[in-house]
Nanobody, 122 residues
Framework: QVQLVESGGGLVQAGGSLRLSCAAS????????MAWFRQAPGKEREFVAA????????RYLDSVKGRFTISRDNAKNTVYLQVNSLKPEDTAVYYC???????????????WGQGTQVTVSS
């Protein structure tokens, strides 16, 4: 059972930055893809970014390209999401997820963290 623990959320002003972290208890073949999703109040959970442990591959939601950067540290089993130029519409709970393939659908991701709140004030 893979456990994911997120950290790094907080309250920031528009234009600010945060670095979110997701520490995985282990890396397995079935959790090669690591992703960040977010869910705002009253909205569905949406894909933000994804990366693979085993390859140089990343994928982003169009609206965050150029502002968010996903990266990984294999030695620490940790995935990061650097979020810059934050906007009020980025306010959401950000979740880390692990699964076998990179996709923007929530379904293939087998493991989820508890979430970390990001609030952007205008």
């Amino acid at each position: 059972q893979v456990q994911l623990v997120e950290s790094g959320g907080g309250l920031v002003q528009a234009g600010g930055s945060l670095r979110l972290s997701c520490a995985a208890s282990e890396r397995t073949f079935s959790t090669d893809a690591m992703a960040w999703f977010r869910q705002a109040p009253g909205k569905e959970r949406e894909f933000v970014a994804a990366i693979r442990w085993s390859a140089t591959f990343t994928r982003y939601l169009d609206s965050v390209k150029g502002r968010f950067t996903i990266s990984r540290d294999n030695a620490k089993n940790t995935v990061y999401l650097q979020v810059n130029s934050l906007k009020p519409e980025d306010t959401a709970v950000y979740y880390c997820a692990a699964g076998p393939v990179v996709t923007d659908s929530t379904t293939p991701y087998n493991y989820w963290g508890q979430g970390t709140q990001v609030t952007v004030s205008s």
